[in-house]
């Protein structure tokens, strides 16, 4: 079974630039989620997707994030513009249905680094 | 208010040792499900063990085991006989949220095996 799928692994971007990441979940598992860990932290969730709804966005920068999942599957998130401070790694992740009550697998991430 | 506290930000021992990892959470729901999860130096964070708050029933698969305690609000994690392979970082997860079920990670506790 293939896992969850992240790209791209690396992004270097300068600051006020816009960046996008794009995850593709385990293939049947109805939420999916984006995580920021900043170095030493752990996972953040900035938002969690059942099917292709929001189930929490309470901590997605909504200035500047945005986030959206296509037809219940693949899933992209989106900083415009970025600050230093969003030097972080952005993990995706998803489990089957009953949202955050069952285990989550991780993708490998997106090292985005803003200078 | 933090929901999940790793009180130990490193530990360092020697092969063989047994050691345990701290977990301490904060919840106001009567239902809930507890995660630890392992994230090796390559990153992919990768499950362990789920717990849901019905079962206090203490859990061992191999070296390792889990002790789950309403009482005290905790949920550790014994490594038995460790091994330089189980050098990662170490979180615990807590899902709450009444239906919902919104994780949230500790900040980890990296654990070092030194041959």
């Known amino acids: 079974e293939a896992g969850v799928a992240q790209s791209p692994r690396y992004k270097i971007i300068e600051k006020r630039q816009s960046v996008a990441f794009w995850c593709n979940p385990i293939s049947g598992h109805a939420t999916l989620y984006w995580y920021q860990q900043i170095l030493g932290q752990g996972p953040k969730l900035l938002i969690q997707?059942?099917?292709?709804?929001?189930?929490?966005d309470s901590q997605l920068p909504k200035d500047r994030f945005s986030a959206e999942r296509l037809k219940g599957v693949d899933s992209t998130l989106k900083i415009q513009p970025a600050k230093l401070e969003d030097s972080a790694v952005y993990l995706c992740?998803?489990?089957?249905?009953?949202?955050?009550?069952?285990?989550?697998?991780f993708g490998p991430g997106t090292r985005l680094t803003v200078t | 208010a933090q929901k999940v506290t790793q009180a130990q930000t490193e530990i360092s021992v020697v092969e063989k040792e047994d050691v345990t990892l701290d977990c301490v959470y904060e919840?106001?729901?009567?239902?809930?499900?507890l995660f630890w999860y392992k994230q090796p130096p390559s990153g992919e964070l990768v499950f362990l063990i789920r717990r849901n708050s019905f079962d206090e029933q203490n859990e061992i698969s191999g070296r390792y085991s889990w002790n789950f305690q309403k009482s005290t609000s905790s949920f550790n994690f014994t490594i038995t006989a460790s091994q330089v392979v189980d050098s990662a970082v170490y979180f615990c997860?807590?899902?709450?949220?009444?239906?919902?079920?919104?994780?949230?990670f500790g900040r980890g506790t990296s654990l070092i095996v030194h041959p």
């Open positions: 997707f059942q099917n292709n709804g929001v189930v929490d």
């Open positions: 992740a998803s489990s089957v249905s009953g949202q955050g009550a069952y285990e989550q697998y």
């Open positions: 919840t106001r729901d009567t239902t809930y499900y």
């Open positions: 997860a807590l899902s709450e949220g009444g239906g919902s079920y919104i994780p949230t």
